[in-house]
């Protein structure tokens, strides 16, 4: 009677133990959500009548042709308050290993505008914004995100595409999907509303194997005119000094890396290596990355 009861006991015990896990596990991965609020400002060039846009996190990419959009099909210019709702964060179960990772912060990339009617490599001229803020986590209950776009305060400038290749490591891991942040300290701002030499501004953009020339990495750069505004006699491209570096904290299970003449880098300056053969690279990785998991704060 005494060996009956103990088992009794001991499995009462592990089933409440059990059902403290699974309900621990359920409210861990319980579906949160929250806001992202979009004010869009000028452009310098002639546009489209919509922007788009695209928000990178952690196995989470919300693009207008995902599950995640609940949003406009397109940012109108000058218009206040456009919301993306239903963003989602906190804990997540992943679908091929059951194990968690947590969903807070996210990148914003928003597209160059160039003069509706046609792009080209050499002669378009394409207008940088600037998204204020370009990243953000979301925290507490119900979480709103402010975020304002401004296209009329930087100088429209030409933009070098840099082809990249793919190493077969991506095909093994099944990785196609790079995010990174292009930093340009020499980025010159227009001259208005008091602001006189002003420089520096970034971004975030993507590379996939099958994108077109708006996810691929650019390096901008204008020309030189005179004193009358013209441009001069001998015509040689001003490059930017831009650094780009992999948002290895958002890659979930892998990081990637690029190779130039045989090292190894996670940010590079794209003036100094734009005519030299650049590569990506992945690897699993085991533990997840601090954009992947709560903050110990």
């Not at 914003?108 to 003069?115: L, N, Q, R, T």
């Not at 209950?141 to 429209?156: A, G, R, S, T």
């Not at 020499?186 to 501004?201: E, H, K, L, V, Y």
Request: negative net charge.
């Amino acid at each position: 009677m005494k060996s009956a009861t103990k088992i009794t006991v001991f499995s009462l015990l592990l089933f409440f133990f059990s059902s403290i896990v699974v309900a621990q596990n359920t409210k861990l991965t319980e579906e949160a959500t929250g806001y992202v609020n979009f004010s869009l400002g000028k452009t310098t060039l002639p546009h489209a009548k919509t922007q788009n846009l695209s928000l990178f996190g952690c196995n989470t990419n919300i693009t207008m042709d995902s599950k995640y959009w609940n949003g406009p099909d397109g940012f109108q210019w000058e218009k206040a308050n456009q919301v993306l709702s239903d963003i989602p964060f906190g804990y997540k179960k992943d679908t091929v290993t059951g194990g968690l990772y947590y969903v807070s912060k996210y990148y914003i990339a928003s597209p160059p505008v160039f003069k509706e009617g046609g792009q080209n490599d050499s002669t378009t001229l394409y207008d940088i914004g600037i998204v204020t803020p370009d990243q953000f986590t979301l925290e507490g209950k119900k979480p709103v995100q402010m975020v304002y776009m401004d296209y009329n305060v930087l100088e429209p400038m030409y933009i070098k595409y840099i082809d990249i290749e793919f190493d077969s490591s991506f095909d093994k891991l099944g990785v196609d999907f790079v995010p990174f942040q292009v930093e340009c300290s020499d980025f010159p701002w227009r001259d208005i509303s008091g602001i006189n030499g002003a420089q520096g501004a970034s971004g975030i953009g993507s590379f996939t194997k099958d994108s077109t020339n708006i996810g691929r990495l650019f390096l901008p750069y204008y020309y030189n005119t005179d004193s009358e505004g013209k441009k001069p006699t001998v015509i040689v491209p001003k490059y930017l000094d831009c650094e780009v570096t992999l948002l290895n904290d958002i890659l979930f299970h892998y990081e990637v890396f690029f190779m130039v003449n045989g090292k190894q880098y996670t940010t590079i300056n794209l003036k100094d290596h734009q005519n030299e053969k650049i590569s990506f690279h992945a690897v699993y990785r085991e533990e997840l990355p601090s954009g992947c998991t709560k903050s110990k704060e």
